[in-house]
């Protein structure tokens, strides 16, 4: 289940993880930081997030953001810093190796975007194509040459552990 602290009326939350790129999320309003809320539905030791970001006809922009994992949606625990991330239109952030906890919420903070050909903010308002949320088995699955996608955020009522490739885990 994907929220936002703040969204348009036509690209609402959920549009950002549907896993489709018709569909997106967009803030309401260039206000930063904004934020993107994920619950999972249930707890489990994150591996990695994928993000697809929301850029416009060659517009492209690079969002600068941290991550943060929770399982009470209270207390969160920074499990990214991408503050001063360059990358164009996608990201992928590994969470700590040791970091074995089962988180339930994910909140992603949005600090700032950027047009990379000027440097100044895009003229549009930021926004998202899709979450990605992978398990630490899945990582050690890709290994083994078995990579099993976990979850996707905006997949309604998925559980955290969910094998959208293979048919179940």
């Known amino acids: 289940v994907v929220t936002a602290q703040r969204s348009s009326a036509e ?5 950002g993880g549907d896993g489709s790129y018709a569909t997106y999320w967009e803030s309401s309003d260039r206000t930063l930081p904004v934020s993107v809320n994920v619950d999972l ?4 030791p994150i591996g990695r997030v994928d993000i697809s970001w929301r850029g416009i006809g060659g517009s ?7 991550l943060y ?3 009470d949606n209270v207390t969160f625990t ?8 360059e990358d164009l239109g996608f990201t992928s ?3 700590t190796p040791g970091d074995d906890t089962a988180y339930r919420y ?14 100044n903010a895009p003229g549009y308002n930021p926004g998202l194509y899709d979450i990605k949320v992978y398990g630490k088995a899945a990582m050690r699955a ?3 040459g078995d990579a099993r996608h976990v979850a996707t955020a905006s997949y309604p009522g998925a559980p955290a552990i969910a094998d959208t490739q293979n048919g179940g885990l």
């Open 11 to 15: 690209h609402r939350p959920e549009q």
């Open 41 to 44: 539905t249930q707890g489990q």
């Open 60 to 66: 492209e922009a690079y969002y600068q953001y941290k």
């Open 69 to 71: 994992g929770s399982i």
């Open 78 to 85: 920074e499990l990214a810093d991408r503050s001063t991330n």
């Open 93 to 95: 952030d590994r969470v």
């Open 106 to 119: 994910l909140r992603i903070v949005i600090s700032r975007f950027v047009n990379f050909t000027n440097g």
């Open 142 to 144: 890709r290994t083994l």
